[in-house]
């Protein structure tokens, strides 16, 4: 078995199984400790996969457990259509 396919196994498991109770602030609380403790390594490289670490279960915290196979949420104005149009009025386009 390759690595993309336990990794796919593993989040096919993770989406299945119930939440547990207090899961979020769990992982929240562990995020914030590997960015403390990121900002006391003595070494960069080191202290920068902690950091990223921290930041993706920070992420996951907020956003949920599924938070890298939801599809994208629709956009509810559509901005970059405004701007091209008002782009174009200006002959900048």
């Not at 989406?15 to 960069?44: K, N, Y």
């Not at 920068?48 to 956003?63: D, E, K």
């Amino acid at each position: 078995m390759d690595l993309i396919n336990a990794l796919r196994q593993l989040q096919a498991i993770d989406r299945t199984r119930p939440s547990l109770p207090g899961e979020h602030l769990a992982v929240a609380g562990l995020g914030l400790a590997l960015i403390a403790v990121s900002l006391r390594s003595d070494r960069r490289g080191t202290a920068a996969l902690q950091a990223a670490a921290g930041g993706a279960l920070l992420l996951r915290a907020m956003r949920g457990s599924e938070y890298l196979t939801r599809p994208p949420e629709p956009r509810s104005t559509p901005s970059w259509d405004s701007h091209l149009a008002d782009a174009r009025a200006l002959g900048l386009d």
